[in-house]
T-cell receptor, first 115, second 116 residues
Framework: DQQVKQNSPSLSVQEGRISILNCDYT??????FLWYKKYPAEGPTFLIS?????DKNEDGRFTVFLNKSAKHLSLHIVPSQPGDSAVYFC??????????????FGKGTLLTVNP | NAGVMQNPRHLVRRRGQEARLRCSPM?????VYWYRQLPEEGLKFMVY????????ESGMPKERFSAEFPKEGPSILRIQQVVRGDSAAYFC??????????????FGDGTRLSIL
């Protein structure tokens, strides 16, 4: 039972355009969401997070939007750069039962930014 | 990802041997987590440790797998009598404060375990 779903295995975007990566979740107890970026043969690098009390968080070129009613979040990257090419993982955790250390990951979306 | 140090980066074992994976958290971090990533999958939580304590091992297979985080030295994930299905990338993460304060976990570069 996949509680965090990234339905697009891959996405290709032109340099300078916007990249939009999507993530859906099924567990209504999730209240903290994160995006990680991963290059081959490296570990995931934390990008940006959002708490369920917010619907938007912005950090430079990266913005995460949260739609709690739809159980959907998205990561916007604008403008996209070739160095953004990587696998992006959506992750979630929930504070219920004191287990908000346990991250549940999606399968990832491979973003390719073409020059 | 230089903050969280994992070694070895690659480990090859034959079926039936033991595998030991080591993780040193970022300086000042006292919470360690282990995750496993199978090919084409996301990372799956295995275990959460603090110094000398296993807090949650609900993601660990019941047999052959164990983890520790001693008072001195790195955290160790130990897999006894390895089988082909143990081939995966094993990632360690750490966080500084109480994990209940929504602090992001920071990951090492992983150990890629291959079973012959």
């Amino acid at each position: 039972d996949q509680q965090v779903k990234q339905n697009s295995p891959s996405l290709s975007v032109q340099e300078g355009r916007i990249s939009i990566l999507n993530c859906d979740y099924t567990n209504s107890m999730f209240d903290y969401f994160l995006w990680y970026k991963k290059y081959p043969a490296e570990g995931p690098t934390f990008l940006i997070s959002i708490s369920s009390i917010k619907d938007k968080n912005e950090d430079g070129r990266f913005t995460v939007f949260l739609n709690k009613s739809a159980k959907h979040l998205s990561l916007h990257i604008v403008p996209s750069q070739p160095g953004d090419s990587a696998v992006y993982f959506c992750a979630a955790s929930g504070s219920s039962g004191g287990s908000n250390y346990k991250l549940t990951f999606g399968k990832g979306t491979l973003l390719t930014v073409n020059p | 990802n230089a903050g969280v140090m994992q070694n070895p980066r690659h480990l090859v074992r034959r079926r039936g041997q033991e595998a030991r994976l080591r993780c040193s958290p970022m300086k000042g971090h006292s919470h360690v987590y282990w995750y496993r990533q199978l090919p084409e999958e996301g990372l799956k939580f295995m275990v959460y440790l603090q110094k000398e304590n296993i807090i949650d091992e609900s993601g660990m297979p019941k047999e052959r797998f164990s983890a520790e985080f001693p008072k001195e030295g790195p955290s160790i994930l130990r897999i006894q009598q390895v089988v082909r299905g143990d081939s995966a990338a094993y990632f360690c993460a750490s966080s500084p404060n109480s994990p209940y304060s929504n602090q992001p976990q920071h990951f090492g570069d992983g150990t890629r375990l291959s079973i012959l």
